[in-house]
C-alpha cells in the first residue's frame, strides 16, 4: 500500500485538484458565490486536518508496515520473531528479484533488521568487534519516524559491545561493561548495515552481521 502511495501519489494529487477545479469552475459559472465560500472553507478545513492527520498517522503506517513484514514474512528466509534480527546474506540488487522490503539502497553493504519489543523487559545488543569495518544499527521510533540512536563505526567504534535497550519506566541499574540506550516508546524498527568491499569479501561481511544479536537482559546482570 505504501509503496502504491510513493508511485502514484502526484497522479492522484493532481487529480483530485483537478475536479476540485472544475466543480469550482462550474460553480462560478452557474453564479454559485454562497457555494464557492463554502467549497473554499470545506477545502481550508479538509486541508488542515488532513495535515495534522499526515503527520500524525504518516510515521505510524510505513513503520507499521516493516512490523507487519517483519513478523508476517521477514526479509526472505521467513517470518522473524519479535526481539530477533536477521541478517540478508545477499546483496539488496540480488534481493530486487524476491521483492525483498529491504531490496533498496546500495550492494556496498548487507543488510539486517529486526522489531524491538520491551514489554517483558530489557534486551542486550550485542555487536562483534568488525576490525575497523563500516556497520552501523539504527533505532527507528514507531510513533515520529524518527532515529533516536545509532550503534556502529560512526558513534561507538568497532570494538566488541554490549548495549542495554530498555523501556522509558524501567529503573534498573545497567550492567558493568554495557552502555545504555532508552527507547523512547518500547518498540522499534531496527535496521543494521554491514559493509562489503566486493565479492570475495562478502562471506566474511555476512558472517559479522550474524553476529549483531539480541539477547533478554539476563537476572543477575544487573549491577
Not at 552502555?179 to 565479492?199: K, M, N, Q, S, Y
Not at 553476529?211 to 543477575?220: K, N, S, V
Request: with cysteine.
Amino acid at each position: 500500500m505504501n509503496r502504491l502511495i510513493l508511485q502514484h501519489g502526484t497522479t492522484v494529487t493532481v487529480i483530485i485538484l483537478a475536479v476540485f477545479a472544475w466543480v469550482i469552475y462550474r460553480r462560478v459559472a452557474d453564479g454559485g458565490v454562497t457555494a464557492i465560500l463554502l467549497l473554499a472553507a470545506t477545502a481550508a478545513v479538509v486541508w488542515v486536518l488532513g495535515a495534522f492527520a499526515f503527520i500524525y498517522l504518516w510515521p505510524r503506517i510505513t513503520v507499521g508496515g516493516f512490523k507487519r513484514i517483519i513478523v508476517n514474512r521477514g526479509f526472505g528466509g521467513g517470518p522473524i520473531p519479535v526481539n530477533t534480527l536477521y541478517a540478508v546474506p545477499e546483496s539488496p540488487s540480488q534481493t530486487a528479484s524476491s521483492h525483498s522490503v529491504i531490496a533498496t539502497g546500495t550492494d556496498e553493504v548487507l543488510y539486517l533488521g529486526g522489531w524491538l519489543d520491551l514489554k517483558a523487559g530489557p534486551q542486550l545488543l550485542h555487536v562483534p568487534e568488525t576490525g575497523g569495518r563500516y556497520y552501523s544499527v539504527q533505532f527507528t521510533d514507531p510513533t515520529s519516524g524518527a532515529d533516536f540512536a545509532y550503534v556502529g563505526k560512526r558513534t561507538t567504534g568497532t570494538a566488541m559491545g554490549d548495549f542495554l535497550l530498555c523501556g522509558p519506566k524501567w529503573a534498573g541499574d545497567t550492567p558493568d561493561g554495557t552502555t545504555r540506550i532508552d527507547v523512547p516508546h518500547r518498540t522499534a524498527l531496527l535496521i543494521g548495515r554491514v559493509f562489503v568491499a566486493d565479492e570475495d569479501d562478502r562471506g566474511a561481511a555476512y558472517a559479522l552481521a550474524k553476529q549483531i544479536q539480541l539477547a533478554p537482559l539476563q537476572p543477575g546482570r544487573e549491577r
